[in-house]
């Protein structure tokens, strides 16, 4: 399939961010609408996209994904010369989509839950996914030590997902500033993909 029939749906000041740091990294052309909140992003032809009328989504060819965590797995396994996700069938994988996946859905759910002032009861938090926020950073913090990468030692798109994550909760006090948070992320910031991608997206 040509790279280009790859189009990315965002707002400078959304998830969008994450996406374009892996669409840099994966260094693939593409094409970008930007969508106006409550105008285009809920008009009929986006929300045929994306029925939500939120970004990020991308269209790749007749391929429509949306959900940061999705579009990262996906460009990853669409675009494998950019080496972005462990082979398929390689022990790292696991690794791979535990990462992206507890990102999206516990860490996520319980930073979002905590900045909404959501404080889930003790006796009630095997009732949720994540249990309690402090949980969450407790079993990251662990996972990241003092590794630059999450998985198998390399820079994979899990990075990218989990790094975003991290930045954004750190930079608005949802997520305190832990060591190993401050240190991974540092490293992560200097990626010229990523540089590139903010570049793109101030001038938006």
Partial sequence: MSTSELTFYTNPKSRGRIVRWMLEEIGVPYATEVLDYGGSMKATAYLAINPMGKVPAIRHGDTVVTECAAICAYLADAFPQAALAPPLHSPARGS?????????????????????????????????????????????????????????????????????????????????KRPAFVRYLQGLLQRPARLRAEQLDGVM
């Fill in 96 to 176: 791979y989509y535990r990462w992206l996946f507890f990102t999206a859905g516990p860490l996520e759910a319980a930073w979002t839950n905590h900045a909404l002032g959501v404080e889930v009861p003790a006796e009630r938090q095997a009732m949720v996914g994540y249990g309690s926020l402090e949980r969450v950073l407790d079993v990251l913090d662990a996972a990241i030590g003092q590794r630059d990468f999450l998985v198998d030692g390399r820079f994979s798109a899990a990075d990218v997902y989990v790094g975003s994550q991290l930045g954004f909760g750190m930079q608005f006090g949802m997520i305190e």
